[in-house]
């Protein structure tokens, strides 16, 4: 049996309240209408859901008073939820449903709205200003898990509960915790979005804190040249692939302003900004890394601005960090850094 998008909307509407208690938690009933301040699940009263059928309108219909946007309980799913494809939309319609599998297939036809490209910058923002800040959600507890304690200058970090991954065989969709890294240009704009799966029971060895899937990690958006950046760069910076790397080297020098490329190829590919001196190249301890560290000094020698490779005794700093140590990594890193950065970024021993 198809499931049209009018099909779907109608058997959301007859459990309303259940939906918006599910999708718009940070919202409350009040008579009738359900009272939230936007189809995002933002705090507030703005937005007001219809939870019964009345002479005035359907159940389901809502309309946010302070932008006049309007629509059904597919929507508040794809709003909420973060969705840009319809087939996801369907998915997770069907499932707070719980249709059999048999019927989880989207419409033959179209549509009705037009949604954001998937993998496109604007469906990359729209994931990021769907997530929330990390304080005190899951993330932080992977970080930790990781040896990561302070998180200076890491808003570009956010937190979605129920993250959409799709498997690459084209298997059913999953929904998992996640970490959403916010990419960006020299200017600050958003361009693109990371994402890495999270495991809600928390820490292995095997999975690192990571969701057992696959491909717990995946990017979109508009990546070349972009990074996920800790801090403002001056004159002095650090680069390197991963988000984890990068943190755990931020742990012992929190005032160097960091990115994330997220890839090696992405880190030979960075943008300088105009006032870079100097850049610490912080590798990998693979092949890859070592291409990246290679290109990287030949553009920075082309652009006049000094770089000095930083080298992991293990595999990548976050490996240092865990199973090395703070202290170790610390003087790993204070033989590794130009004399007046171990007084300039360098915290003391504690």
Known sequence: MSRSPHDLALRLSREAEAVCRNYLSNGRRKGNYWLVGDARNTPGRSMYVRLHDTPKGAAGKWTDAATGEHGDLLDVIRESCGLVDFIDI????????SLPRSERQPPASNPTRVLTPSGSAEAA??????????????VETYLRARGIAALPETECLRFHPHCYHRPE???PTEIWPAMIAAVTDLNGNVTGAHRTWLDPSGFTEAYLGRAPIETPRRAMGDLLGHAVRFGCCSDVMAAGEGIETMLSQRSILPTMPALAALSAAHLSAILFPGTLRRLYITRDNDPAGDAAAATLLERTKAAGIEAIVLTPQLGDFNEDLRLLGADALRAMLRVQLAPQDVERFMTPAA
């Not at 369907?90 to 449903?97: D, V």
């Not at 923002?125 to 899951?138: A, D, E, G």
Request: charged letters at 25%; hydrophobic letters at 40%.
């Open 125 to 138: 923002r729209r994931l990021v200003s769907m997530s929330r800040p990390i304080l005190r959600t899951l």
């Open 169 to 171: 065989d084209n298997g």
């Open 90 to 97: 369907s998915a997770e319609a069907c499932n707070f449903l």
